[in-house]
């Protein structure tokens, strides 16, 4: 079993959708999450940082993470076609040795279409 | 914010040859990380830089294939010995102190 999972896709969704991006994960441990945003032929971009459970809001964008059930989300609201991208979980542990190193899922590849 | 530059951008080397990479952080940074992300993949974390000492490396990858440097909080090499063409792939510095951020990567090819 992979430490973190998510599902690839590709997920195509009309403009104006809600999009719902999930990830879940296998050790208790991890305790920072984050999702990235990755254009083609582009590093990673950071849009959300959390680390407790419940929800994180960023204008369109909203992080859940519910620790006791393991599970992450990012929701979009109003997608746009610039937000057709590659969206990446990562989790991260508290500390340690693996102090900031960061687990990634597969990446979810999303299409928004006008 | 961290703003992180990686050189060169994009590189095509022959078979036996090694390049090194750049990564400089626009502030003083607690992590320095550097991935791997091959074709179509996610990303697979090569090691740990650390500030002053041996880097701490993943399983499946080696100093000797993959030697880093971390002078000081802002900049670190990683240099990508005897290449072969499975060594073709994005190869990413990441840097933060809590949040972490990424370069552009440097999209290497080996003929």
């Known amino acids: 079993q992979k430490e973190v999972e998510q599902d690839p896709g590709p997920l195509s969704v009309p403009e104006g959708a809600i999009v719902s991006l999930n990830c879940t994960y296998s050790?208790?441990?991890?305790?920072?999450f984050m999702w990235y945003r990755q254009y083609s032929r582009k590093g990673p971009e950071l849009l959300m940082y959390?680390?407790?459970?419940g929800n994180k809001e960023d204008g369109r964008f909203t992080a859940q993470v519910d620790k006791s059930s393991k599970y992450i989300s990012l929701f979009i609201r109003d997608s746009q076609p610039s937000d057709s991208a590659t969206y990446l979980c990562a989790i991260s542990n508290a500390g340690g040795t693996s102090y900031g190193k960061l687990t990634f899922g597969q990446g979810t590849i999303l299409t928004v279409h006008p | 914010s961290a703003v992180i530059s990686q050189k060169p951008s994009r590189d095509i080397c022959q078979r036996g040859t090694s390049l090194t990479i750049q990564c400089q952080v626009d502030s003083q940074v607690t992590m320095m990380f550097w991935y791997r992300q091959q074709p179509g993949q996610s990303l697979t974390l090569i090691a740990t830089a650390n500030q002053g000492s041996e880097a701490t490396y993943e399983s499946g990858f080696v100093i000797d294939k993959f030697p880093i440097s971390r002078p000081n909080l802002t900049f670190s090499t990683l240099t990508v010995s005897n290449m072969s063409p499975e060594d073709s792939s994005i190869y990413l510095c990441s840097a933060g102190s809590g949040e972490l951020f990424f370069g552009e990567g440097s999209r290497l090819t080996v003929l």
């Open positions: 959390t680390y407790s459970s």
């Open positions: 050790n208790s441990a991890f305790q920072y």
